[in-house]
């Protein structure tokens, strides 16, 4: 049964970069039918999607995060990983990694990453 | 990108059928059939009820349907029961290899 983790600091100061991974058991990341990727939620609002990675490196990002996202995977420990830099109070949420098939198909349980000094 | 248009909220009693739009615009649910629905109850993570507009993955109720019409998507469940109410959410694949989700429709059922 495939699992998703997600783990990382769960307080992060402004203007620093958040950095989350997500560890994938019971299925290979290189998996040539999948993207990886992440997803967040604001408490109390709707999903954003933040971005996705192919195991190959090749990403994709959300236009309105863009210059601010880096999304990386390590084939061999299967995970990939998140870092959003210059973060704000607006960035507290709780983020999700997904399995993608075009759009996610498969969530971890989420982490909630407050943004606070 | 834009968020694609879902009700904020829907309502129903229980044995009755609801039905959740999702619009967008031909670069997205109209261009694609990849548009998914979640389920999502408070604290939980998403939950895949229909994916490729009409598809239920194994373990999803048959009282969950999905469908399109142009730019449009909609997630009907019937026969509501207690246990669906929570948030639904639609997302889209997009013509610019990115990832658009509605803004989401609270069910309550009466």
């Known amino acids: 049964q495939l699992q998703l983790q997600e783990s990382g600091p769960g307080l992060v100061k402004p203007s620093e970069t958040l950095s989350l991974t997500c560890s994938v058991s019971?299925?290979?990341?290189?998996?040539?039918?999948?993207?990886w990727g992440w997803v967040r939620q604001p408490p109390g609002k709707g999903l954003e999607w933040i971005g996705s990675i192919f195991y190959s490196g090749r990403t994709y990002y959300n236009p309105s995060l863009k210059s601010r996202v880096t999304l990386s995977v390590d084939t061999s420990k299967n995970l990939f990983s998140l870092k959003l830099s210059s973060v704000t109070a607006a960035d507290t949420a709780v983020f999700y990694c997904?399995?993608?098939?075009?759009?996610?198909?498969?969530w971890g349980q989420g982490t909630l990453v407050t943004v606070s000094s | 990108q834009s968020a694609l248009t879902q009700p904020a909220s829907v309502s129903g009693s229980p044995g009755q059928s609801i039905t959740i739009s999702c619009t967008g615009t031909?670069?997205?649910?109209?261009?694609?059939?990849?548009v998914s629905w979640y389920q999502q109850y408070p604290g939980k993570a998403p939950k895949l009820m229909i994916y490729e507009v009409s598809s239920r993955p194994s373990g999803v109720s048959n009282r969950f349907s999905g469908s399109k019409s142009g730019n449009t998507a909609s997630l009907t469940i019937s026969g509501l029961q207690a246990e669906d109410e929570a948030d639904y959410y639609c997302?889209?694949?997009?013509?610019?290899?990115?990832?658009?989700f509605g803004g989401g429709t609270k069910l309550t059922v009466l």
């Open positions: 019971g299925g290979s990341i290189s998996s040539s039918s999948y993207y």
């Open positions: 997904a399995r993608f098939s075009a759009v996610p198909n498969y």
């Open positions: 997302t889209s694949y997009t013509t610019s290899s990115t990832v658009v």
């Open positions: 031909s670069s997205d649910v109209g261009g694609y059939n990849y």
